[in-house]
């Protein structure tokens, strides 16, 4: 595939890692905000290449894991009505929620759809204009310009059996707020590379002026994150902290400026509730009064539709999550008393464990089975 | 959150079908030769070595491209029997359709059947039809089950596999998993992708000839090769590690699970088998599986290794070492 | 989830291009991306063209990392 197959040269990678092990002369915590770093780094065996010295964190850049539950509630509680469809990207059907996950509700009978592109959502409610098309709008800022541009388009058509409900987030406030809980010590940010493609290198400067911190903005395959990771360490070894762009090929400084009009357009920012960060001001997308009928919250009575309690078993089953810590970067999995015990990727009870991007899940697979092996236990 | 619904994902042919197996299904039928739990049953009457199997087909949509579901029903249970190191002789076929289904498409059904059959050499000697009223089945739903004959001097499973030991793979991953895929609503893309159905007994055959050294065979149906590969390994005891780069992927295949964020070692297979095979024998063995028309692109792709015991570990393209693990979840219901 | 891959456009009509990568066709839209041409290689991220990829930058990237040594 072109313009993918040369970033995973092998010959390539060689002549990188030399360079990073001369500047990893002492430990160094590295962040990748974005999901997607997080599982390229696994998948492509990263963390098995770099020195001991370089410890990647992975940050709340996974949208499925800082979607809170009351979110995944709602969701639930719409697609339990009679008439309703609802419409999601296919990691938030084990998503837990409160009382209950997507799939489980499919199973008894909800009807739930999953979908590849928000596209789908507006061909469905086209469709079948009986049904009310409910799409559940996840996702950082490479996400939210695609739903911005169906919901204009629905405006456009005048469908009125379409809505959304709306959980975009924004990253740099993420970055910023973790940043200020002062919980963990970050000393550069691998920062997201296709988010960057709608925003640009602009957003990011608030982290190497305020906090000193190093960014570099990173691509996807293995020598973009190893270049990236390089990169990096040159900054801190020569004192700077500026933003950078590896991703020179796709970043542009200024971002795609259509896609930025397109969610002037329809969205406009808001504070919004982050699992495991809490609150985060101006963190979030709400849509424009001009749109509020294509607002499922605000057609809805939702507050009548959800329970009123969490049910006993479900919080016993999740006390002692520690999801929240993980995702800050706080902790590490092992940590959690709930981690490899009855909280698994088969049967996940965290956000972080569930996305196939969430630090549990990808801790699990990686370094967890290897510490554990009989043999290693000295059995 | 208890389970107490079947999920979409207890389908899969990940750790969620095998619980759901071993915990739930095999409970009330225990008995020796059900708990080694392999692809065929193996026991033995009168001084003859019987394989026998049964498997249902519900792959959805019922065409695709390279087959239907009948082509699919007798290559999945010949395979099943293949796999054991037997030569499969009969079959069964029952049928379950929906009220409403097409006279049309079910003769098309049935040709592909009577088509693949032939080209395995073996017949369809009993069977059985249902009709069920409309949504009750989604169009079709087969049941196979077939018999065939192990040759004493012939032990193939997961017991025989060891340390040293070279794995092969026939033929290109993920190729049937990515043509359903293509077919079904709501993905866009057109592929030349054709699903690799296929019966490998006579692939088999060849491959006993040339050697009596194949420790153990498999064909990576639902959850693909890291299914495969995780199961044998935790059944035989030792590690397995392959390397990326020697595993035959098709371009498309590769490019439609970069769209898709799916993993083509998690995709399904249907005309391709994993061999475990002694070493000595390992280059010998391939030769001659490249020999038959189904085994044009087979590789040596890896080894079994004494640690990470049970598990099974990948070298990247990139060159960096991680672990192929056991799928989870629905990654592609209905894909067989 | 930022799910993008590089692919190449081989036809427009209006706000809709058909895009190829690794010999997978696909349609994508250009809602977000309005000024492409037939020929240009474009992130495509959940059925959208979001961004042109520059092939100089590609290729200066690639360089700079063959002259390490």
């Known amino acids: 595939m072109k313009w993918l197959d040369e970033f995973r040269k092998r010959e390539l990678a060689e002549k990188l890692l030399p360079k990073i092990e001369e500047l990893a002369r002492e430990p160094v915590n590295i962040m990748d905000v974005c999901g997607t770093h997080t599982v390229a780094i696994f998948r492509h065996g990263i963390k098995d290449m770099l020195p001991a010295n370089i410890t990647l964190l992975s940050g709340p850049g996974c949208p499925v894991c800082v979607t809170p539950p009351s979110e995944i509630d709602k969701a639930i509680v719409l697609s339990r009505q009679p008439g309703v469809l609802l419409v999601t990207f296919g990691d938030m059907m084990r998503v837990p929620g409160n009382f209950s996950r997507l799939e489980n509700e499919r199973a008894r009978g909800a009807q739930i759809k999953v979908v590849y592109s928000v596209q789908e959502a507006l061909n469905l409610a086209m469709k079948y204009p009986l049904l009310k098309v409910v799409f559940l709008a996840i996702g950082f800022e490479t996400t939210s310009p695609t739903v911005a541009s169906v919901i204009m388009e629905a405006y456009r058509q005048n469908i009125l059996n379409l809505f959304f409900l709306n959980a975009h987030k924004l990253i740099p406030p993420a970055m910023g707020a973790l940043l200020d809980s002062k919980e963990i010590n970050i000393h550069g940010f691998l920062c997201p590379g296709h988010v960057s493609t709608i925003i640009g290198s602009r957003p990011y400067e608030f982290i190497p002026q305020d906090y000193g911190i190093p960014c570099v903005i990173s691509g996807f395959e293995p020598l973009d994150i190893l270049q990236s990771i390089y990169l990096l360490l040159k900054q801190r070894t020569e004192g700077e902290a500026k933003v950078e762009i590896q991703y020179q090929r796709c970043v542009k400084p200024e971002g795609n400026i259509v896609a930025q009009q397109v969610l002037q357009e329809v969205f406009e920012i808001d504070g919004s509730f982050w699992r495991g960060l809490g609150y985060i001001p101006r963190s979030g997308l709400k849509l424009r009064e001009k749109y509020a009928h294509l607002d499922v919250e605000r057609v809805f009575d939702l507050d009548s539709l959800l329970p009123k309690e969490i049910p006993q078993d479900v919080r016993e089953e999740t006390a002692g999550c520690l999801c929240g810590e993980i995702l800050r970067g706080t902790e590490s999995p092992p940590q959690c008393p709930l981690f490899a015990t009855t909280c698994t990727p088969y049967h996940p009870v965290g956000a972080c464990m569930v996305s196939s991007e969430g630090t549990c899940a990808t801790y699990y697979k990686y370094h967890y089975k290897v510490i554990t092996s009989p043999r290693k236990r000295g059995e | ?336 | ?69």
């Not at chain 2, 006279?103 to 017949?123: N, P």
């Not at chain 2, 159905?197 to 420790?215: D, E, T, Y």
Request: contains cysteine; aromatic residues 4%; glycine residues 10%.
């Open chain 3, 1 to 69: 989830m930022c799910l993008g891959i590089p692919a190449r456009i081989i036809k427009i009509e209006g706000d809709r291009a058909e895009v190829e990568a690794g010999g997978i066709i696909q349609t994508a839209l250009l809602t977000l991306l309005p000024d492409v041409q037939v020929g240009d290689y474009v992130i495509l991220h959940a059925g959208f063209a979001i961004q042109k990829i520059d092939e100089q930058e590609a290729l200066e990237t690639l360089r700079l990392l063959e002259s390490l040594n």
């Open chain 2, 1 to 336: 959150m208890e389970e107490k619904h079947i999920l979409l994902a207890h389908g899969s042919g990940g750790q969620l079908t095998r619980e759901l197996i071993e915990k739930v299904i095999v409970e009330p039928f225990r008995n020796p030769i059900l708990s080694l739990l392999q692809d065929s049953a193996i026991f033995s009457r009168e001084g003859l070595k019987f394989a026998f199997t049964t498997d249902s087909f519900v792959v959805k949509p019922i065409f695709f491209p390279g087959g239907d579901i009948g082509r699919l029903a007798i290559c999945g249970t010949v395979n099943d029997l293949a796999m054991s190191g037997a030569v499969p002789l009969y079959l069964s076929s029952s049928l379950i359709l929906e009220e409403g289904f097409p006279l049309g498409d079910l003769e098309k059904i049935l040709d592909s059947m009577r088509q693949a059959a032939e080209e395995a050499e073996i017949t369809v000697i009993t069977g059985d039809t249902k009709v069920v009223e409309k949504e009750s089945a989604d169009g079709i739903f087969i049941n196979t089950a077939g018999i065939g004959l192990i040759k004493n001097d012939v032990e193939i499973s997961p017991f025989q596999i060891r340390v040293g030991d070279k794995i092969i793979v026939s033929g290109y991953i993920g190729d049937h998993g990515m043509a359903v895929l293509s077919e079904r609503e709501g993905l866009s893309f057109r592929t030349g992708l054709k699903s690799d159905c296929a019966p490998l007994n006579k692939l088999v055959a060849k491959m006993l000839q040339v050697s009596k050294k194949i420790h153990c065979l498999r064909d990576p149906t639902r959850g693909g090769l890291a299914a495969v590969l995780n199961e044998l390994s935790r059944q035989s005891g030792p590690g397995m590690i392959i390397e990326e780069e020697k595993v035959p992927l098709r371009e498309e295949v590769k490019a439609a699970s970069e769209i898709l964020g799916i993993d083509p070692f998690q995709v399904a297979n249907e005309g391709i088998l994993v061999a475990i095979v002694d070493s000595q024998e390992a280059e010998k063995i391939v030769a001659a599986i490249r020999e038959t028309p189904w085994g044009k692109a087979a590789e040596i792709i890896g080894e079994v290794i004494p640690y990470p015991e049970g598990m099974v570990l990948l070298k990247t393209g990139v060159g960096g070492t991680r672990i192929l693990d056991m799928p989870a979840g629905e990654i592609l219901p209905r894909i067989c």
